[in-house]
């Protein structure tokens, strides 16, 4: 097979999921592109490989999805074989934001992430539906506090400025502070039932309440469009707007290409790539709001398989990343928390994004004490030549000649780690490094080791923060 | 490196999520004050009142000490023209002095590199959290961000001093910025370096600090003690910043349980610096802004309030002509705008102020324009 193809296949893996080892990157890359890419659009059709059952039976305490709600969560990502279905978890947990940090119940939030990862490649307009029924939502949003005589916007702002359609387009406004206080109006009434935080009883699950008693029956003028409103109606009226397409569009490929600029930015910076979102709009409608299908024209078209290493990681790539890549955590064991510290440490935990804004990306994810962290956490993981993703490595490379060049270990280590490409520059340094040991004996009890010392550099370096 | 310990340091706290400037500052005399806040408000009695008209939420009892020994500011109206009431923007304004239009650059990025010109000391600026603030950040301005201090550095977890330092000089060369690699690359390559350079000394500060103040366990409370220990250290550097997480202060609900408790941990963790300081004779050398994105709306929804605009801050330091400057917005219905305190004070004039008195800048070019200055330094 072709190392391009491979090449391809490590690119679509870390886009569309968490990365994968080398051996499962020939497997799919043997399958062709196209159907690799419809596999992943497809999760429905495939086993996700999961033994869950056995995973609970560790974990006792998912049983009721009391706590390990974000273990629950990392160890899908990290071991289902239907990567792109969790990858798109992350994807709408970082755009229809709740915090448990404010909500306090891992049961109702993990009902939101299952919900995610139901709809998360459906109709945008079930979607929006869900996400405003959703109880950690309304709570989150404190829709449950809007009642028609004393209108909470929080949620009405929120759905249109970060959820739907953006502040701005093309230099103008989206829409007005009286489409706010009207849309935050059709949604009063939408509320919940047995209020989230549970102390001191202990933790509820919460349920979606209609409340017509409390809803405002009154004309609302929303967008242009005026009639006694519901919620259902707002949502309508937003999926129709261009500036839906364009938002939606724009955190595609800002998740799934390139780093684009920063959403509060968007009314007045353009796309980096128009043509693209403008194919990606064009399918949106054309789809009737189809996720899934817009997803298909990104994944196949040249501007994605172009743009290689042109995003920088997050921190919740890079962990699920590093722990696929050095196969970890395929089985249940006691320890599990750790890595959400690190997590933490390098900006971005699951459940609790800092704000319903979601997290800052591209190179505002990286200063000093959060590239620190990420290269530590790396470069301790592909140091320790105990783990099976590592010694596959170590063993490839033994497997290729009795001895090993200076080059050739540089640019296997890259290959096995999913075709890296560094700078020339940086490219060299490394090899001038592995030249002080010279050509080296792969039957050695020191050549893990050495592999591992390669690793480790590899992963330190500028190159390795992209995606 | 040059470092003298009497060069005047700013410390910048950010309340991130928007407190609520009516119920921090109080004019609890003012008859409107009850109506807009029937579940809200603070009972005249328990205001920590500073005059007969204003006073400060009597969770805040740490500050109001600082403030009656002369030692607080309280910038009332504060706001920027426009206002804005999302919590990104509103940042970012604050952020980059810069309401008009989206800019990258920060204010006090800007002024560090005013500071620094030649970049001496990797150390002119500290942030303690998660994540750089855009206010710190300029081109080729570098500030170190630390997350824990206790543990921070570069490869930690490679075996063998001997290894490491090689591994070290090797990430030392790959992080020099490549020409022609564009922007963000040589963002990358400058935190890189820094990282590198930064954490060797940053690490030695917990190490040659003693004090006999405890602080609070909270993050801010753990980040100001940084604060003390690198500012002690005197490593020469000269702006430091910390805050609370974001959408802290986002009291949308529930303020009457949440809003005390964070302003009473919050002054706590202030007043402890401020005494850890003193312990050190270096209360003179520090003076705090503490600021927040914008105001709450002034009707207040039932359980909390919502996004407003019009708002407080506070400058604190021995260094501060404690008292009260600007104008309380008026609560007269008409007067609100869309229902929220109309600023009255742009919070440039704040920033100049610091900038040139305090720190000894030229604030034109930092703010891009000159704004009237508050006579609030000794």
């Not at chain 1, 938002?247 to 693209?276: C, G, K």
């Not at chain 1, 890296?420 to 002080?436: F, G, N, P, S």
Request: aromatic content about 10%.
């Amino acid at each position: 097979m072709a190392d391009n193809d491979i090449a391809l296949m490590a690119h679509l893996m870390r886009r569309a999921g968490f990365g994968a080892q080398y051996e499962e990157l020939e497997a799919r890359a043997a399958r062709g592109y196209e159907t690799a890419v419809e596999e992943l659009l497809h999760p429905e059709d495939h086993s996700n490989g999961m033994d869950l059952d056995l995973a609970e039976r560790c974990f006792i305490e998912w049983n009721h999805f009391i706590r390990c709600v974000p273990e629950y969560i990392a160890w899908r990502m990290i071991n289902s074989r239907n990567q792109l279905e969790e990858k798109m978890v992350l994807f709408w947990h970082g755009i229809l934001c709740t915090a448990d940090s404010k909500t306090q119940s891992y049961v109702t939030s993990q009902a939101e992430l299952d919900m995610l990862r139901r709809r998360g490649m459906g109709n945008f307009r079930d979607l929006l539906l869900e996400i405003s029924r959703d109880p950690a939502m309304v709570y989150f949003l404190d829709n449950c506090l809007s009642h028609k005589d004393a209108i909470n916007e929080n949620y009405g702002r929120e759905l249109l400025e970060l959820f739907s359609m953006g502040v701005g387009m093309d230099g103008e406004f989206n829409y007005t502070e009286d489409d706010v206080k009207e849309c935050a109006r059709a949604f009063t009434g939408w509320t919940i039932a047995n209020g989230i935080p549970g102390q001191p009883y202990g933790r509820y699950s919460a349920q979606f309440v209609y409340n017509p008693e409390d809803h405002d029956e009154g004309e609302k003028t929303f967008l242009g469009h005026t009639g006694n409103f519901n919620g259902e109606d707002i949502i309508d009226i937003i999926c129709q707007q261009p500036a839906t397409a364009r938002f939606i569009s724009r955190h595609l490929y800002s998740f799934f290409v390139a780093d684009e600029a920063q959403v509060p930015s968007w009314m007045n910076t353009p796309p980096r790539d128009p043509d693209t979102i403008k194919l990606l709009e064009e399918e949106y409608f054309r789809s009737g709001y189809d996720i899934r299908s817009m997803l298909r024209v990104l994944f196949n078209s040249d501007a994605f398989k172009d743009a290689r290493f042109s995003r920088i990681k997050g921190p919740i790539e890079t962990v699920i990343g590093t722990l696929r890549l050095v196969g970890d955590w395929n089985t249940p064991k006691p320890g599990f928390e750790s890595i959400f510290d690190e997590m933490k440490h390098m900006g971005q935990e699951i459940l609790n994004p800092p704000s319903v804004e979601g997290w800052h990306t591209g190179k505002e994810w990286i200063d000093g004490g959060t590239l620190v962290r990420r290269i530590n956490f790396i470069a301790d993981y592909v140091g320790d030549v105990s783990y099976p993703g590592i010694q596959d490595i170590v063993q490839k490379l033994a497997a290729e000649g009795p001895t090993i060049s200076p080059e050739g270990l540089v640019e296997g280590c890259l290959r096995l780690l999913g075709h890296y490409e560094l700078a020339d520059e940086t490219h060299q340094m490394l090899v001038e490094h592995a030249r002080k040991s010279g050509e080296l004996p792969t039957n050695t009890r020191e050549f893990p080791d050495q592999v591992g010392n390669m690793l480790q550099m590899i992963v330190a370096t500028k190159e390795y923060l992209y995606a | 490196m040059t470092s003298n310990k009497k060069d005047p340091v700013l410390v910048i706290l950010q309340m991130t999520g928007a407190y609520d400037a009516l119920n921090t500052f109080i004019p609890y005399s003012d008859p409107h004050y009850p109506d807009y806040r029937p579940v809200l408000q603070i009972s005249p009695e328990d205001v920590l009142a500073v005059d007969d008209k204003v006073g400060f939420h009597p969770a805040m009892a740490p500050l109001k000490e600082l403030y009656d020994e002369g030692k607080v500011a309280v910038m009332q109206g504060i706001g920027y023209p426009n206002p804005i009431r999302s919590h990104f923007r509103s940042l970012d304004i604050w952020h980059t002095a810069e309401p008009e239009k989206m800019v990258t650059d920060g204010w006090l990025g800007k002024a560090i590199r005013d500071l620094d010109p030649d970049k001496e000391n990797i150390l002119t600026a500290v942030n303690f959290g998660r994540g750089l603030p855009r206010a710190l950040a300029a081109p080729g301005v570098s500030v170190a961000s630390v997350g824990d201090l206790a543990s921070y550095g570069v490869l930690t977890g490679i075996d063998g001093e001997e290894q490491r330092m090689d591994a070290l000089d090797i990430f030392g060369r790959m992080y020099s910025p490549l020409i022609g690699s564009g922007a963000v690359n040589d963002y990358l390559s400058q935190t890189g370096l820094d990282a590198l350079r930064g954490a060797d000394i940053l690490r030695t500060a917990p190490e040659i600090y003693s004090s006999g103040v405890e602080y609070g366990g909270s993050p801010f409370a753990q980040w100001l003690k940084n604060i003390a220990q690198v500012h002690l250290a005197d490593f020469g550097t000269r702006v430091l910043y910390t805050g609370v997480n974001p959408g802290t202060f986002d009291t949308h609900a529930n303020q009457n349980i949440t809003f005390p408790k964070l302003w009473g941990d919050v002054t706590n963790a202030i007043s402890d610096f401020y005494q850890d300081l003193k312990e050190h004779n270096a209360n003179e050398e520090v003076v705090m802004l503490l600021f927040t994105e914008f105001g709450r709306r002034v009707k207040e929804n039932g359980s909390g309030t919502d996004h407003g605009s019009g708002g407080v801050a506070f400058v604190i330091g021995d260094a501060v002509k404690g008292g009260l400057y600007g104008e309380y917005p008026s609560l007269e219905p008409e007067k609100l705008d869309e229902g929220d305190l109309r600023w009255n004070n742009d919070f440039r004039s704040t920033y100049a102020t610091l900038l040139e008195q305090w720190m000894g800048l030229d604030a034109n070019p930092v703010l891009g324009g000159t704004y009237e200055q508050f006579d609030l330094i000794k």
